[in-house]
T-cell receptor, first 114, second 114 residues
């Protein structure tokens, strides 16, 4: 069974204080790892897809990295508008080669104080 | 380019009733997935449709069903509503739903059961 664990559950940062969110996963075969941002009352907004260990993706103040067991979302010099819940999800591959559905972690609620 | 559209945004029902939720995917996307989001359980996968066929199914009772039309629009139905069905129901679309393609979410339907 695919498992995704995110830590910490909640994180409060001062504006400009860089930090990292962790996503640990257990899957039999990884097809892709996804990061999403969710604001209150909204659906998750896609940020990044990572496909293989060693891969990195960047977007503004966010950088996502991937190893064989975990992914990190690094936030550099965050601003209050970065406050949101960040979700990690994995898509695994069945033995037949077809893809399974996304399995989500419980998320990290990030608050950036001005 | 229009995003994923879900209707209605809010619904209030009573126990025992049934409800139908609608999802219009991004133009050109053929895979539609449905999720239930609650504070206690997070995002839980319901089912995925591709080319009018259910391709993946989560661990939900048979009261939860769905379908997809030839234009890729999808509906989800919940019969004999229970208090525990109160949740945010999210629809997500992707090009084909595998190969690690990202899913793009709508803003959901907030279902409240009285």
């Amino acid at each position: 069974e695919d498992q995704v664990t995110q830590s910490p559950e909640a994180l409060r940062l001062q504006e400009g204080e860089s930090s990292s969110l962790n996503c640990s996963y257990t899957v039999s075969g990884l097809r892709g790892l996804f990061w999403y941002r969710q604001d209150p009352g909204k659906g998750p907004e896609f940020l990044f897809t990572l496909y293989s260990a060693g891969e990195e993706k960047e977007k503004e103040r966010l950088k996502a990295t991937l190893t064989k067991k975990e992914s990190f979302l690094h936030i550099t010099a965050p601003k209050p508008e970065d406050s949101a819940t960040y979700l990690c999800a994995v898509q695994a591959v069945r033995s037949s080669g077809s893809a399974r559905q996304l399995t989500f972690g419980s998320g990290t609620q990030l608050t950036v104080l001005p | 380019k229009a995003g994923v559209t879900q209707t209605p945004r809010y619904l209030i029902k009573t126990r025992g009733q049934q409800v139908t939720l609608s999802c219009s995917p991004i133009s050109g996307h053929r895979s539609v997935s449905w999720y239930q989001q609650t504070p206690g359980q997070g995002l839980q996968f319901l089912f995925e449709y591709f080319s009018e066929t259910q391709r993946n199914k989560g661990n939900f009772p048979g009261r939860f069903s769905g379908r997809q039309f030839s234009n890729s629009r999808s509906e989800m139905n919940v019969s004999t509503l229970e208090l525990g069905d109160s949740a945010l129901y999210l629809c997500a679309s992707s090009l084909e739903g595998y190969k690690g393609q990202p899913q793009h979410f709508g803003d959901g339907t907030r279902l409240s059961i009285l």
